[in-house]
């Protein structure tokens, strides 16, 4: 179910610019005036296909300009880029150009690289296969990786692990939420492949977000009868308490697109926060203050979705369960969702937001 958010293997037609495949319909003066309102909140680092087609990263402003390159190594993809909680850093992984970047097993490709947040002074942390899945810990100074043997919490100033937790059926796509209390990741608990489980990142207890044979009724208002699907991709919201999540529901109106989901931390409150008819939503995450929602808008499932383009999509979070563009679909399964613009950005994968001040001018 788990589609890549980014993906090497020469898909040269994949080049940055501006979206037009695939876009869900919007007034212009909606999109306009949410172009506006985020132009100067920061800035945004993904990755996408350069023109050698190797994996660069890049730097937007969240209106998708003033649009930079800031990695250009021509036998190495670079992606997956994260900024450090103060907005100083990037860390990211680099993989070999002649290397398949999996689309779910990336985090345990490549080795890591630390750089300052323009993508100047780029530094190797360990080697290849080293430091699966890292993210940043909520000072900084440590990073969290998930290894066979298990969750490892590594000081980054010695590159020595200072405590392990087991990793209790979390497989991938590990991340720390923003207090350090807590970790989210897909897990194969409870004999189901594809479940996203809060762990606490001092006892390990961990609780899935949403399992089968507890699934709580969904709301009247947001579609009867829908049962729960596969989740993957969690990253946290702001506040360390929600969970956001990819979720493909099980619905007996058939609605088949992949949408974006939210879940309280013990799984007893989870709701639709976005979806989009004829596009299945990956990889996302939050501006820094949680007022947006940055995502990667996927025409087909799959590897193949990235040959017909993987354009991002930036919308407001609020008044949840919305919708963009004009589909029936969603609004006949949710009638409860609400119209929202979609501003339509660049193709990429694994975006990440920060409101520091990013200026300084990277590798062109």
Not at 126 to 135: F, I, L, Q, S, V
Not at 235 to 250: A, E, N
Not at 328 to 350: C, I
């Amino acid at each position: 179910m788990h589609l890549t958010r980014w993906y090497g293997g020469g898909l040269v037609g994949l080049l940055a610019g501006t979206a037009s495949l695939g876009a869900p319909a919007n007034r212009p003066a909606d999109v306009a005036e949410l172009a506006e309102e985020v132009r100067n909140k920061g800035w945004i680092v993904y990755g996408a296909i350069g023109p050698r087609a190797e994996m660069d990263l890049y730097l937007m402003r969240p209106d998708g300009s003033d649009r930079r390159r800031i990695t250009n190594t021509r036998d190495m993809h670079e992606g997956a880029a994260r900024f450090s909680p103060d907005g100083r850093k990037l860390m990211y992984r680099r993989i070999s150009k002649g290397t398949r970047v999996h689309h779910n097993r990336w985090g345990f490709q490549g080795h890591v690289v630390i750089a300052n947040a323009d993508g100047s002074n780029p530094v190797a942390i360990g080697k290849d296969g080293e430091h699966p899945w890292a993210c940043w810990g909520p000072d900084g100074k440590q990073i969290s990786c998930l290894t066979f043997r298990g969750i490892q919490i590594i000081d980054l100033a010695t590159n020595k692990v200072v405590r392990q937790l087991p990793r209790k059926g979390i497989y991938q796509q590990l991340f720390w939420s923003p207090d350090g209390e807590w970790f989210c990741g897909v897990t194969n608990l409870y004999g189901e492949m594809w479940t996203v489980a809060r762990m606490n990142a001092k006892t390990g207890e961990i609780n899935p977000l949403c399992k089968l044979q507890d699934t709580p009724p969904e709301e009247p208002s947001e579609g009867s009868g829908i049962l729960r699907g596969a989740e993957c991709t969690p990253d946290w919201f702001p506040d360390s308490k929600h969970v956001l999540f990819s979720r493909r529901p099980r619905a007996p109106v058939g609605y088949p697109w992949t949408q974006l989901w939210m879940a309280s931390g013990d799984g007893k409150q989870m709701r639709l926060v976005h979806g989009e008819d004829g596009r299945h939503l990956y990889g996302g995450t939050f501006s820094p203050d949680g007022k947006y929602l940055l995502y990667s808008r996927v025409l087909l499932d799959g590897a193949g979705g990235l040959v017909s383009g993987t354009y991002m999509g930036l919308t407001r979070f609020r008044d949840v369960p919305t919708y963009g563009g004009k589909g029936r679909r969603l609004r006949d399964a949710f009638p409860n969702a609400k119209r929202e613009p979609v501003l339509n950005l660049p193709a990429g994968y694994e975006p990440d937001w920060t409101y520091a001040d990013v200026t300084k001018q990277g590798p062109s």
